[in-house]
T-cell receptor
Framework: QKEVEQNSGPLSVPEGAIASLNCTYS??????FFWYRQYSGKSPELIMS????GDKEDGRFTAQLNKASQYVSLLIRDSQPSDSATYLC????????????FGTGTLLAVQP | GAVVSQHPSWVICKSGTSVKIECRSL??????MFWYRQFPKQSLMLMATSNEGSKATYEQGVEKDKFLINHASLTLSTLTVTSAHPEDSSFYICSASGLETQYFGPGTRLLVL
């Protein structure tokens, strides 16, 4: 059973701080990793993808991948109240259909 | 790019009726689409994988005769909730498999009275 684990939170950070969201996965052969953001009452939206070890930056977001430790994280710099949402970590199950294994999500609350 | 639509966004129906939800990929072709259900304050739960031109693959515990899925074209999949009951009230979200990953539709909120 492939699993993706996240701390459910809530993770509370002050406005302007760095929010650090973490995720571990069980399948060592996983190759593709994604972060989705889900606002309350809305559907998930893709914010970051990462495939190689190391960091990948996109604006205020940085995804970090460490395949040896089976660990992927998302850093949000200069956190804003509008970043308050649930962040879902997802891992491709390795098939051809892009079927994803989702974590349960971490609720982030950015305090003004 | 990678836009997915769902219709309707909201539906209220009486117990015992059937409800059809459409999922369309607007700017790309999707051989595979996925249907999820999400209850309030709970995680996404994958219901089934929909493959164009073939039968859907249902997750364990999902009744295939109750949740009928049809994927008739590369841009359209439909989910029909048959004989809906109040416990089927939920947020139903589809996604389409694109080049990189899944792209989600906006969701359909179903309330069964």
């Amino acid at each position: 059973q492939k699993e993706v684990e996240q701390n459910s939170g809530p993770l509370s950070v002050p406005e302007g701080a760095i929010a650090s969201l973490n995720c571990t996965y069980s399948d060592r052969v996983s190759q593709s990793f994604f972060w989705y953001r889900q606002y309350s009452g809305k559907s998930p939206e893709l914010i970051m993808s990462i495939y190689s070890n190391g960091d990948k930056e996109d604006g205020r977001f940085t995804a970090q991948l460490n395949k040896a430790s089976q660990y992927v994280s998302l850093l949000i710099r200069d956190s804003q109240p509008s970043d308050s949402a649930t962040y879902l970590c997802a891992v491709n199950d390795g098939g051809a259909t892009n079927k994803l294994i989702f974590g349960t999500g971490t609720l982030l609350a950015v305090q003004p | 790019g990678a836009v997915v639509s769902q219709h309707p966004s909201w539906v209220i129906c009486k117990s015992g009726t059937s409800v059809k939800i459409e999922c369309r990929s607007l700017d790309f072709q999707a051989t595979t689409m996925f249907w999820y259900r999400q209850f309030p304050k709970q995680s996404l739960m994958l219901m089934a994988t929909s493959n164009e031109g073939s039968k859907a693959t249902y997750e364990q515990g999902v009744e295939k005769d109750k949740f009928l899925i049809n994927h008739a074209s590369l841009t359209l999949s439909t989910l029909t909730v048959t004989s809906a009951h109040p416990e089927d009230s939920s947020f139903y979200i589809c996604s389409a498999s694109g080049l990189e990953t899944q792209y989600f539709g906006p969701g359909t909120r179903l309330l069964v009275l």
